[in-house]
């Protein structure tokens, strides 16, 4: 499976981004797909996750600004993004597991958002 994001940017405090992820590959092989995001000088943290039937989950400091969602007819995930903080900041990593499997071993390249206060 390859992943491919896009759509990050610089935005000012308060605004929305919206991320795209486009998959390719064994299409039929993803079960759950989602976000992971690496701070400067943090580590990478888990940020959302959507599984196959839907089932939507987030890290508490994103839950109620970001939604995820994916369109299976484009093969494309998304990661729709409001009311961002400075705290936001971070490289933002498309991933998906394997059909069957919890684990997010599937990994593209990651895209940038900046957020300024």
């Known amino acids: 499976v390859q992943l491919q994001a896009y759509g990050g940017g610089v935005v000012q405090a308060g605004g929305s981004l919206r991320l795209s992820c486009a998959a390719s590959g064994s299409i039929f092989s993803i079960g759950y797909m989602g976000w992971f995001r690496q701070a400067p000088g943090k580590q990478r943290e888990f940020a959302a996750s959507?599984?196959?039937?839907?089932?939507?989950y987030y890290v508490d400091s994103v839950k109620g600004r970001f939604t995820i969602s994916r369109d299976a007819a484009k093969n494309t995930l998304y990661l729709e993004m409001n009311s961002l903080k400075p705290e936001d900041t971070a490289v933002y990593y498309c991933?998906?597991?394997?059909?069957?499997?919890?684990?997010?071993?599937?990994w593209g390249q990651g895209t940038l958002v900046t957020v300024s206060s």
């Open positions: 991933v998906a597991s394997s059909s069957g499997s919890t684990r997010f071993d599937n």
């Open positions: 959507i599984a196959i039937g839907g089932s939507t």
